[in-house]
Each structure stands twice: as C-alpha cells, then as structure tokens.
C-alpha cells in the first residue's frame, strides 16, 4: 500500500476561521512533509518532520501550525489565513530522510480562503 | 537559492510524436527525480538518476542524466493521450529537500 491520504478534498474558509488539514500515511514511512502548491506553478516544501520533530520549516508564516500526533499522522492547523495563501496543499511521505527516499503524494486539499 | 530551470515551459504534441523536455541547473546535482502530475492530480514520482550519464527506461519514457549532472531529460516517444500532464524534475541534494523545476505543461492533439 503506497497511498497517502489527505482531508479534506476541498476547504473554503474565512479569514478569521480556525481549521485543520489532515494527512495518514499506513506504509511505516517516519518522514512527512508539507507542501503548498499554487495554480500553474511546482510544489514548494513548507515542511519537513522526521521522527514526529520537526525538521524543517521554510520560513512559513506562523498562520500555518504543523503537528505530527505520530508516525502516521500529520496535521496543518490554519488560523487568520489571507486570501493569497488559497493553494493546494499536499503531504508527503518518505521512509526516512534520506535523498534516496522516494516521497509518496496524497492526493492534497484545496484551500480557498474568502 | 540554487535553481533547477525546465525547458520548455508547455508542449504541444501530436498524438503519436516524440518530444523531449530538459531540465538544467547550475550547480552540479547529486541526484534528480522526475515527477508526474495529471490535471487536477498530485505528483507521482517517476524515476530517479544517480550516475554521470545515467539512461534509464521506463515503457515510452526515456530518462538520461547527463555526464556533468547538471542536466536531464525526459524524452517520450509516441505520445498518447494519456501522457497529458505536468513532468516536473526536482533535486534533492543530501538531506530531505524536495526542490522542484518549474515543470513542462504537456497537452497532446489527437
């Protein structure tokens, strides 16, 4: 089983809301990652967790909280979220850090933000 | 930061045509994987080089690295309809950052 799984599909929210993606991966990979990825353009890493600690962070505006609960989950809590940050957002799995891990996509949830 | 540069930005193809896209960095690689992405979709991973001058095959497609690393392509003989998509190359130097080119947008014409 090589599948990552996102929720939700689709979000819409407000700019003062509070919302949560989520992401599940069951193939015992200990990295996960975040990326944003806006129309027409590539994917761009946000995060990286190897372990559950966080690894990596691009700079991301502190709006976006990640949270890994465990080895197969990760989360992206949104709060107070502007109209530009509207993308889709795919997770990521790797079996470890290494450059030579394939990362495996979840299938992402688009975001709109009104 | 370091930069990897895809060429061309879209390709138009004729349904049975060949076409090529590269992919070229600056800076010597330690790897590059390619990805697919079909319209409304999510990357999937499709190869990955290693070696100077590295050729491998996959059905249709043909993934060459070149003898410097700092360059690849993806050469996809026949096109098919099927193949419509975004391929994305990407490095990732030692560590665990996935940086990706700026893509080849492939529409087919039957």
């Known amino acids: 089983d090589t599948e990552v799984t996102q929720t939700p599909k689709h979000l819409v929210m407000g700019m003062t809301n509070k919302k949560s993606l989520k992401c599940e991966q069951h193939?015992?990979?200990?990295?996960m990652y975040w990326y944003k990825q806006k129309a027409k353009k590539p994917p761009e890493l946000m995060f990286v967790?190897?372990?559950?600690?966080?690894?990596i962070n691009e700079s991301v505006p502190s709006r976006f909280s990640p949270e890994c609960p465990n080895s197969s989950l990760l989360n992206l809590h949104l709060h107070a979220l502007q109209p530009e940050d509207s993308a889709l957002y795919l997770c990521?799995?790797?079996?470890?850090?290494?450059?030579?891990?394939?990362?495996?996509f979840g299938p992402g949830t688009r975001l709109t933000v009104l | 930061g370091q930069q990897v540069m895809q060429i061309p930005q879209y390709q138009h193809v004729q349904e049975g045509e060949d076409f090529t896209t590269y992919c070229n960095s600056s800076?010597?690689?330690?790897?590059i994987q390619w990805y697919k992405q079909r319209p409304g979709g999510h990357p999937v991973f499709l190869i990955q080089?290693?070696?100077?001058?590295e050729v491998k095959k996959q059905k249709r497609l043909t993934f060459q690295f070149g003898e410097a690393k700092k360059n690849s392509s993806l050469h996809i003989t026949a096109t098919q309809t099927t193949d419509v998509g975004t391929y994305f190359c990407?490095?990732?130097?030692?560590?665990?950052?996935?940086?990706f080119g700026g893509g080849t947008r492939v529409l087919v014409k039957p």
């Open positions: 990407a490095k990732k130097p030692a560590g665990n950052k996935l940086t």
């Open positions: 967790y190897s372990y559950e600690k966080l690894s």
């Open positions: 080089l290693v070696k100077s001058g």
């Open positions: 800076t010597t690689l330690s790897n």
């Open positions: 990521a799995s790797s079996q470890r850090t290494r450059p030579g891990d394939t990362q495996y």
């Open positions: 193939m015992g990979h200990r990295a």
